[in-house]
């Protein structure tokens, strides 16, 4: 499985956008950019992932570089209950268990 | 989405006891994993577990040390062997989704060995 490299942590105001980066750049044709966040005390929650297209949902946005070597997740309107640590995590499908790196732990203020 | 529900939520062991986590999903699922995430670290892989054939454990993590049931589609089980304080942890069960690229997690068990 591809690495990916993330930031330690990042601060957001709450209402802002929070962009949350990572380079992945050995990651193959067949791969998949997942993210996923782990809220304190909780089990790490799916929120997003995409091949080769910008993707989005309820929660987030997801800008995959046109090479794939880096990918940001975008939280539009962050709240404090977005504060948690989020994965960025390369894998080829769901079939497979999942690399959890260190991951980037956002901090969100009022 | 699945519902993934652990027991016990947490628990506090002395060193050389044994303790099993049960995993209970509500929906019919094929694959299962466990994982383990030690205090202030990510979480990391300790096998997956299919039902009807034996677990694959990954590397640093043994059969003996982490025994593995999956009766059914439904409910798997690890358990911690002879525990140390180096086994203080939480650890999780997730799911693989139907939605590809999907996985749930429980909310994991917390574990505090003496």
């Known amino acids: 499985d591809a690495k990916t490299t993330q930031p330690t942590s990042m601060d957001c105001a709450e209402g802002r956008a929070a962009n949350l980066p990572c380079n992945h750049s050995?990651?193959?044709?067949?791969?998949?950019v997942y993210w996923y966040r782990q809220i304190h005390s909780q089990g790490p929650q799916y929120i997003i992932h995409?091949?080769?297209n910008n993707e989005t949902n309820e929660m987030a946005s997801l800008i995959i570089t046109e090479d794939r070597k880096s990918s940001t997740l975008i939280l539009p309107h962050a709240t404090l209950r977005d504060t948690a640590v989020y994965y960025c995590?390369?894998?080829?499908?769901?079939?497979?268990?999942?690399?959890f790196g260190k991951g980037t732990s956002l901090l969100v203020t009022p | 989405s699945a519902v993934i529900s652990q027991k016990p939520s947490r628990d506090i062991c002395q060193r050389g006891t044994s303790l099993t986590i049960q995993c209970q999903v509500d929906?019919?699922?094929?694959?299962m994993f466990w994982y383990r995430q030690q205090p202030g670290q990510s979480l990391t892989l300790i096998a997956t577990?299919?039902?009807?054939?034996?677990?694959?454990?990954e590397s640093g993590f043994v059969i003996d040390k982490f025994p593995i049931s999956r009766p059914n589609l439904t409910f798997s089980t690890l358990t911690v062997s002879n525990m140390s304080p180096e086994d203080s942890s939480i650890y999780l069960c997730?799911?693989?989704?139907?939605?590809?690229?999907?996985?749930?997690f429980g909310p994991g068990t917390r574990l505090l060995v003496l």
């Open positions: 997730s799911v693989a989704g139907t939605r590809k690229g999907t996985q749930y």
């Open positions: 050995t990651i193959s044709g067949n791969e998949y």
């Open positions: 995409g091949l080769k």
């Open positions: 995590i390369v894998n080829l499908d769901s079939g497979y268990a999942l690399n």
């Open positions: 929906s019919q699922v094929t694959m």
């Open positions: 577990a299919n039902q009807g054939s034996e677990a694959t454990y």
